[in-house]
């Protein structure tokens, strides 16, 4: 039977198509070389049933891509690594907050602003040539839920009535000049829409096309904490909770692993790990 007539079955219940194509994609993003995808490939085709889940295709390819190198494993995990910065939502609006940072942007984390009617508790500021953007965090730990346009619309006025007041301030340092809605899930066609026609900006974790949220971690190398596949659930929730939320803030603040009572030679695993996944990251950016 070919592998184009395997239904397999999506996180929302969903049955689709098996495609090699997409599976291939993911990989490659992973940075592993030709000849490993093609044997992953090859070995996930071999054991497809009907009615597979895509969780398991991508149990299996992770667990193959963890014997090449970890560092691929983790690439592979991101979206994975995503969800697992809640269930507060706080984790991810620092994550936003880090990823902008990087792109330039002086950055502001929950803060209270006053709007022409009332006062607005906003995720992220972010600053950045005489130009200001409020930055809503819509976090889902479950990977069926959307933001549908309901969540676009509500934000719009939040914007619009914070920047009626920004904008008249005559001490003003920045102009208020856009709103944004990012989601760790994705945005339904309506919600698109909406963003489109208003001028609000949406980031999600596939929109806009090629400047989506997973194209700028990877083009930055911003990788959470969380795709360490090293690290225990328990180990990334404490350092969670010491504002380590970037791999890259763990290896200048490597002492929290001592924090936690990890062995000398667990720690030097686990910065190997994740020092390859942010050395490889800047090669190829290089």
């Known amino acids: 039977m070919k592998t184009k007539d395997f239904d397999i079955v999506k996180f929302s219940g969903a049955r689709v198509k098996f495609s090699i194509d997409k599976l291939r994609g993911s990989l490659k993003r992973t940075g592993a070389d030709k000849k490993t ?40 995990k991101l979206k994975k690594a995503i969800y697992e910065l809640g269930p507060t939502g706080f984790p991810f609006e620092r994550f936003v907050g880090a990823v902008l940072a990087y792109s330039g942007f002086e950055i502001e984390i929950n803060r209270q602003v006053n709007g022409h009617c009332v006062s607005h508790e906003i995720d992220v500021i972010a600053h950045k040539n005489g130009e200001t953007a409020l930055i809503e965090c819509k976090f889902h730990g479950d990977r069926g839920l959307n933001c549908d346009v309901k969540i676009p619309l509500y934000i719009q006025s939040r914007f619009l009535d914070v920047k009626k007041n920004w904008n008249s301030n005559p001490k003003k340092d920045t102009e208020l000049t856009t709103g944004w809605v990012v989601t760790n899930t994705r945005f339904t066609s309506d919600a698109i829409e909406y963003g489109e026609c208003s001028g609000l900006y949406l980031l999600s974790w596939d929109y806009p096309i090629e400047n989506a949220l997973k194209d700028r971690i990877d083009r930055l190398g911003l990788y959470p904490i969380t795709v360490s596949t090293l690290l225990t659930k328990r180990e990334k929730q404490f350092l969670l909770s010491r504002d380590i ?19 000398d030679e667990r720690k030097d695993k686990i910065l190997n790990e994740i020092g390859n996944l942010c050395e490889f990251q800047n090669q190829n950016n290089g």
């Not at 093609?38 to 085709?45: F, P």
């Not at 398991?56 to 190198?69: S, V």
């Not at 791999?247 to 062995?263: N, T, V």
Request: net charge negative; aromatic share 14%.
């Open 37 to 76: 995808i093609d044997r992953i490939i090859d070995v996930v085709r071999d054991e497809l049933y009907h009615g597979i889940s895509t969780n398991e295709i991508y149990n299996r390819a992770f667990a193959l891509l963890k014997k090449e190198k970890s560092y691929f494993a983790s690439k592979y």
């Open 245 to 263: 939320v970037l791999c890259r803030e763990l290896l200048g603040d490597d002492f929290y692993l001592d924090h936690l009572g990890i062995s």
